[in-house]
């Protein structure tokens, strides 16, 4: 069953979204995301003029063959471009292979191990008090677990708080260059702890508790804020640190017991290798998207098994639904399964384009028995939101040093 034509959507309804279909010689297609919020044009390009000439006229069926010829076969590997662009090329290989077979993707990857996939939550908020409102509302909609993220007094923006603004798109206003915001680790360590104490007041132990830090912190700062938070029991603390330098780690997991969780960004096995089996961390949160596939992951995912390290696949919204459902069938079939971010299955605007039969019942994601992975992708809809530049934030310190976002 060869692939006869490959097809790349560039759309933006409210985010930029990256979307490959293939397309195969008797007319059954595939869905991919390609997404990297920020460098969305780049991957389109790698796809157009470097993967979709080498791809007509072979088997769709050879779904690992495939993966290997677009990783090893080029000399230039990793990096979220290349692995961006093999991940949309393999969610779309197993979409088809699903379909042509009459089922739905986890059962190619072993069937269930579960009935529905555990979701946390975000509850974002301008201050304490607003952020523990949005966690009794997660509550109430049936959440059993809450990410908490609060603005930071004394800093004009704090990441995961966009006050008025719905997106990071709306935030750059009418002047599309990255946004610029400010950090303060003293700053930040005065609200953090008064947050999750508050927190535990509140709510008791109703629901798990999560914190991203998105990587501003130094290990031994991360490894103190780790025993801070220790007493508040969270399901895990998020990117504390940046790990290039993998054995950042070693220094915070030998302060603290609480639990941590990294990858979102990461592409492939080796950045995260010595991580998983030096167990440094309890949750891998590798995507579909960026880390190659559903191939890409389960090769992650299977490793991670033999530390005892479970998947917490990256949620955000600038993952398009086509990714989202791939890690539907991957968290429903992988016994190393821990939990999903979800921030709700996008606008309504992004509706209208990606169509899908998942559903949220009680703090879970069920998905149905279609075909494949179950998503469709509306082509003519897309093309009434075309592409817009745009860029996330980046972050300085007061005295204008240039920070992690
Ligand atoms: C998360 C992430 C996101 C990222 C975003 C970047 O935990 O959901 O940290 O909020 O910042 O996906 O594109
Ligand atoms: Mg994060």
Redesign the pocket.
Known sequence: MNIQDIKVFVCSPGRNFVTVKVITEDGTYGLGDATV?GRELAVATYLEEHVVPCLIGRDAHSIEDIWQYLYQGVYWRRGPITMAAIAAIDMALWDIKGKVSGLPVYQLLGGKCRTGVNLYAHANGENIDDTLDKVQECIDQGFKAVRLQSAIPGLSETY?VLGDKKDYFELQGNRPLPPEQEWSTAKYFKLIPELFKKARERFGNQVHFLH?V?SRLTPIESAKLGKMLEKYNLLFL??ASIAENQENYKLIRHHTTTPLALG?TYNTIWDCKDLLQNQLIDYIRVAATHAGGITGVKKISDFAAVYNVRTAP???P?LSPICFAAHMHLNISTHNFGIQ?FVGFGNEESKTIFKHGMTLENGMVLIDDAPGLGVDFDETKASEFPYKRSY?PVSRLEDGTLWHW
Request: aromatic residues 0%; glycine residues 16%.
């Open positions: 919020n995961g991203d998105h998020e990117d979102e990256h949620g955000a600038d971010e996330l």
